[in-house]
Every structure is written in C-alpha cells, then in structure tokens.
C-alpha cells in the first residue's frame, strides 16, 4: 500500500463526506431564506441572522458554524460576524445567477431517495419510471437547469444555430420536446412573442406544473402545454424543434429522431441540447463528469430503461453517440452549434 495515495485518497473522501453531510444544511438555507438575508444584510453575527430571521439563535450558530468550516460563508473571530461574499452569494442567493447551485443539493436529496428504486433494479435490469422516481425529482431537476438556461438560451444558445433568430422574431412555430416544468418554453415565448410555442411532456405531473407556471406569466398568450411524448406529438411544420436535456432520458431517441424529423419544415432545425460529455470514457473523469455519471445512474438509465426500446444513452452519451442517434432519424446535417462547461448545443437539419 502506497502510504502517500492512501493519505491523498482519505483527504478525498472526507471532502466528498462532508459536500454530502451538507446536503440537508444548505437545503435548509434555502428554505428558511438564510441565504438572502445575509447577501441583503451584509455581516452578521449569529443573533442578529437569528432575529432577522425569525430563527432560534443556538440552530442558526451551529448551522453558520458549518458553512463557515465548509468556506460556504467568511467569519471574523474578533466581531463575531458572518458574511456571505459576492462570489457565494452568486451560488446560494442570486437565483437568476448562471452559477446559482443550491438547487442542486435538493437533485442530491432527490437522487438519495431514488436509491432504494435503483438499487432493486440493479438486480432485475428493469427501468424505473420517470413518473415513480422520488416525489421531489421533478421540481428540483426543473429549477436545477433553470439558471443555466436563464442565462444561455436566448442569449446565446438560439443565435448559434443559423438563421433561427430570424424566424422567431418574425414568427415561428416552435415545438419544446421534453419541456418538463416549461421553463425553457416560457423563456423562448417571452423573449418572441411573435412566435407559437408549444411544450410536449409525457409526464402528466410536470405538465401541470407548466400550466401553473404559464398562468403565472399571464402576460404571455403564445404558449401552450400538453402531454405528449416524443414520438407522438402532433403538427407537422414546425420551424423549430428544441429538446433541452432530454433526448438521453428517451427510451427510443430514434424513434423520436424520425418523428421530429417527419415534424418539421424543410427549412426547420432541431436544437439539442445535452450535457457536455467527451466520446470515451476516459476523457469524462473530471468532477462535471463525476456529476452526471452520478445523475445517470440514479435517474437517467433507470428512466430510459423503463420505455420502450430502453436505449440508455446515459447523461454522457457524448456528440458521436447523439449524432448517430439524429442521422439515424433521418438528418442529414449535423454540427456543434456552441458548447459551455455543461452542455453540448447541437444543430441537426433535414
């Protein structure tokens, strides 16, 4: 035994340990606020966050405590004062930051309930559906890639992918596949409001919620929802179709390659969007590879794996695999339209 990588490994896994005992605290922070009130109030002692708060004193020191160890918030021994810098404040306050990820901790929660689910199905090489996986998955996995797509899909996303712009401002039809709670289709419909958008979920659930949240936007009347799935929703001359984060969960991505290619204008494209990932393997062990190999495991084959065909891309299904999967559908063109640390933006055409 090497004594040295022992000692590098042990320091590993207390650093994994104790990301992992934070889930519930940092949980907890958002919840209850704590996070906002120290980025509004600037430093604070533990009493003064308490009765800004509300809180009892003696949870909201032990929980400050905590963050402090985890370098999550700063502390000064001489004022006894806790801080949350501008750069924390971007992960843990700002919702609408690109680097917002407290809402991460609540997928860990989700994946962490799902354990029992995907645990059995090691043994049986069944799927769990994306409709029976823990209670809390779907709002968490929702507001999780809200921020990224906040700050990506209008500004630059879309204006990658060539001459679609255009068309959205003059007007276009548009078809989001896999919307989930809708919030890429909101953003989409706001930002053109010349445009007709419509979501397609198979998940009657996170439908309800799109709806909810449309109802919120009453100002927005170029947008609808309906349950559909990939392979059967209806119309047949879309100017384009985007699927954000979904076509690895797909039981049949071909399936749903060809009936998006039947789908759309002559003219049309298909905008994916998919977590970035490398072809092999060995080019994935990093720490956002880490991550989605995790999400993967728990969610995403497990969900794929129980729809028809069950083809299990995986979260790091990597671009030769999606480009397979689109020119096996049909397309013709293919390309890498932009990319960021954690996605992959690829423009299909007929």
């Not at 349950?227 to 179709?241: E, F, H, I, M, Q």
Request: net charge negative; charged share 20%; with cysteine.
């Amino acid at each position: 035994m090497n004594e040295e990588r022992l000692q590098q490994s042990v320091g590993q896994v207390l650093g994994d340990l104790g990301g992992a005992f934070s889930i519930g605290l940092v949980r907890i922070g958002t919840a209850l606020g704590l996070y906002r009130t120290l980025r509004d109030e600037g430093p604070m002692t533990s009493v003064s966050l308490a009765d800004a708060t509300g809180l009892a004193e003696r949870y909201v020191r032990e929980w400050l405590s905590h963050h402090a160890a985890s370098h999550y918030v700063t502390y000064d021994p001489v004022s006894r004062r806790f801080a949350l810098p501008p750069e924390q404040a971007a992960i843990f306050a700002d919702e609408d930051s690109p680097f917002y990820l407290a809402d991460a901790f609540e997928c860990a929660a989700a994946y962490i309930e799902n354990q029992p689910k995907v645990q059995a199905a090691f043994g049986t090489g069944k799927g769990v559906g994306w409709g029976d996986q823990s209670g809390c998955l779907f709002c968490a996995v929702a507001r999780f890639f809200r921020p990224g797509y906040h700050a990506n899909i209008i500004q630059s996303w879309l204006p990658a992918l060539d001459g679609v712009v255009d068309k959205l401002e003059r007007g276009a039809r548009v078809a989001d596949i896999g919307c989930g709670h809708g919030y890429s289709t909101m953003m989409m419909a706001e930002a053109f409001p010349n445009s007709e958008l419509v979501g397609f979920d198979f998940h009657p659930a996170s439908i309800e919620e799109a709806n909810h949240h449309a109802l919120d936007h009453g100002t927005v009347d170029n947008v609808r929802f309906e349950v559909r799935s990939a392979k059967d929703y209806p119309g047949c001359d879309y100017d384009l179709v985007t699927c954000f984060d979904c076509v690895h969960d797909m039981g049949d991505p071909v399936g749903a390659a060809r009936h998006i290619h039947r789908s759309l204008k002559p003219d049309g494209t298909w905008m994916i969007v998919e977590p970035f990932a490398h072809d092999a393997l060995e080019d994935n062990l990093n720490p956002v590879g880490r991550l989605y190999y995790a999400a993967s495991t728990l969610v995403c084959v497990p969900a794929s794996l129980d729809q028809e065909v069950g083809a299990a891309l995986g979260a790091q299904a990597g671009e030769g695999k999606l480009q397979e999967v689109v020119t096996t559908g049909g397309f013709r063109r293919f390309r890498r339209a932009t990319q960021t640390p954690f996605n992959l933006i690829l423009e299909a055409r007929p």
